[in-house]
Each structure stands twice: as C-alpha cells, then as structure tokens.
C-alpha cells in the first residue's frame, strides 16, 4: 500500500493512473477501522481497479471538543487493516495539508434543511465541518466512486447535496451497515463503552427492531414513543427517535403504509453518543396493517 501525508503527492500519483485509464473508488474515514469500513473497502474494490482510503480526523465537524480530544486513535492496526484488506493507497494528512489557513473559519455551503434537522439540530456546525473536508478531500482525491456507510445516513444525503454544488460526477454507492452479533452498529465510538455499558448497547438496534415490528399505517407517535422508552430502559439518554420517507427525509408523524421510510434513532450512553437507522419497507407491515 502507498502511504501518502501530503496533498499534492497523492494527487499527482492519482492523476497519473488516471491518464493510465484506470478507476479508483474512495473510501474516506476517521480511522479507528472496524469491520464496517472494511467492508466499504471490500465493495470498492470490486467495482473499481483500485481503492483509495483517507484517514483524517476532522476538527471542523466536531461540535464537541471533548468528542474530538477522545476519538480513538489506532493508526498502526489502521495501516495493518487496510494492507490485509488490500486497499492500494492510503491518504493520511495533518491538519495543515486539509486545512492551511485554520479550519475554524471558511466558506458556508447551502446543503438546505439538512443542517436544521436530526444530527444537524443536536450537532450545529457539523454538516458544515462535513462539507468543508469533504470538497477538499475530493478535490485531492477526484474519484470515479465514493462509498459511504448508511449508517451516517444523513451524511450520505449531505454528501450528495455538496457533490452536486460543485458539479462534481463522482457516483455516491450506499453501503450497508455492519452489526455486532448482538445488533449494534460497528462504531469507532464503541470502544469508548465500558464493559457495562457496551451490554446495554444493543438497546438502540432493539429500538429500531420494536419500529420495524410495529410501525403500521397511521399516526407515528406511538411507535416512537414505545422506542424512546426500550432506550430509556436501556440506560440510554435519547437525543431524537424520528421516522422518516427515505426520498424527502424529513420526519413524518403520519405514514400511508406505502412509501419507503427509515427510523433514525441517536442516544448517548454515558458520555458516547451513538446512532443508527433502519430502512423500513412498507411490506415490513402485516397485510392486514396497511
Ligand atoms: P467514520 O470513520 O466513522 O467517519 O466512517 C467512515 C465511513 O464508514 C462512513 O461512510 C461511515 O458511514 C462508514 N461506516 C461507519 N460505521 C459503519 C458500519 N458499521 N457499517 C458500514 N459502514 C460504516
């Protein structure tokens, strides 16, 4: 694997496969890789000649110093990982190659309602941070591809939005998200769980299951109701349970039982905050319910 620090390196070495005709697929990440971004690796490397993956930390989308100062930092097994897994190039900047005038001020990007809403409204600032690495990540990078996880399924809709204000063509492939056997969702952030806490974890996948089991046609309210209170029961504090359409994203409190909608759950246990979702379709719903 070619390990890359700086900016213009990867892109010049990028440019020259490019001019050789081949395709790469991009896998940006934070690092602290788990099974889940592997298998965003694993999928790009089907689809494209070789698989480009970022490793950077970005300060500009965390609302909360604190989350910053104690997201997990594992680069070693990271470069371990990505060889196994046979990704060809890594990109891993500092601050400074992403950021060279500071990443505190910038540019603003008219991603819409999607700031306001969900992980926007309980992380203000962070859709914005979002943007801001993203444009310079695909400017350095230029994939054909971009594979990003559901389980930041918000992001993915962001991401689309930012690909489109800077014209841009890189196709966005939606990835699955990877579990646990006990259902949570793969997370960098699982690691911060203690030994107790990381039992009581499952509680958001039981959540999104009880919605998947009992959502019917109709008012909405029950449903996320009983949710918050398996969380609650759980040990969790919860930031929002909300139900949304897939196509419009934004929170409905009344289904027709026909159109595709995905349950979006975040909570915190303890100081950790986790999130997840579930795509509902609506033949999740008996017969008779719709
Ligand atoms: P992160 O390092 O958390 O920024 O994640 C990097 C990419 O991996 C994002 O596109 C995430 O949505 C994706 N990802 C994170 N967790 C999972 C998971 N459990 N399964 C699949 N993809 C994931």
Not at 188 to 202: D, F, G, H, I
Request: charged share 25%; proline share 4%; net charge neutral.
């Amino acid at each position: 694997m070619n390990i890359y620090n700086q900016s213009a390196e990867v892109t010049s070495y990028l440019k020259q496969l490019r001019a050789e005709g081949r395709q790469y697929g991009f896998v940006p990440t934070m690092g602290a890789l788990h099974r889940g971004h592997l298998s965003l690796i694993d999928r790009a490397k089907k689809e494209n000649d070789l698989v480009v993956c970022s490793i950077f930390v970005n300060p500009a989308q965390f609302n909360d110093p604190k989350d910053f100062d104690l997201y997990p930092k594992t680069i070693e097994t990271d470069i371990s990982q990505l060889e196994n897994a046979g990704c060809e190039v890594l990109f891993y900047p500092d601050t400074s190659q992403i950021y060279p005038a500071g990443s505190a001020s910038g540019e603003r990007y008219d991603i819409g309602r999607l700031e306001f809403i969900l992980e926007g409204k309980y992380r203000p600032g962070h859709f914005q941070g979002v943007c801001k690495v993203m444009r310079r990540l695909m400017n350095i990078i230029q994939p054909d591809r971009l594979y990003l996880g559901q389980k930041d399924f918000q992001q993915c809709l962001v991401i689309q939005k930012l690909l489109s204000l800077m014209h841009l063509k890189a196709r966005i492939v939606t990835c699955p998200t990877l579990r646990e056997a006990d259902g949570l969702a793969m997370s960098s952030r699982n690691t911060r769980l203690t030994a107790e806490q990381r039992e009581k974890a499952p509680g958001i996948f039981k959540a999104l299951c009880y919605i998947r089991d009992h959502v019917r046609r109709g008012t909405l309210n029950q449903v996320k109701e009983d949710a918050v209170e398996i969380l609650l029961r759980h040990g969790f504090s919860v930031d929002y349970v909300e139900i949304s359409s897939t196509k419009e994203f934004s929170p409905m409190q009344e289904w027709d039982g026909r159109i595709e909608i995905i349950a979006l759950i975040a909570a915190r246990m303890g100081e950790v905050r986790l999130i997840d979702n579930m795509v509902l379709q609506p033949h999740v719903a008996p017969k008779e319910a719709i």
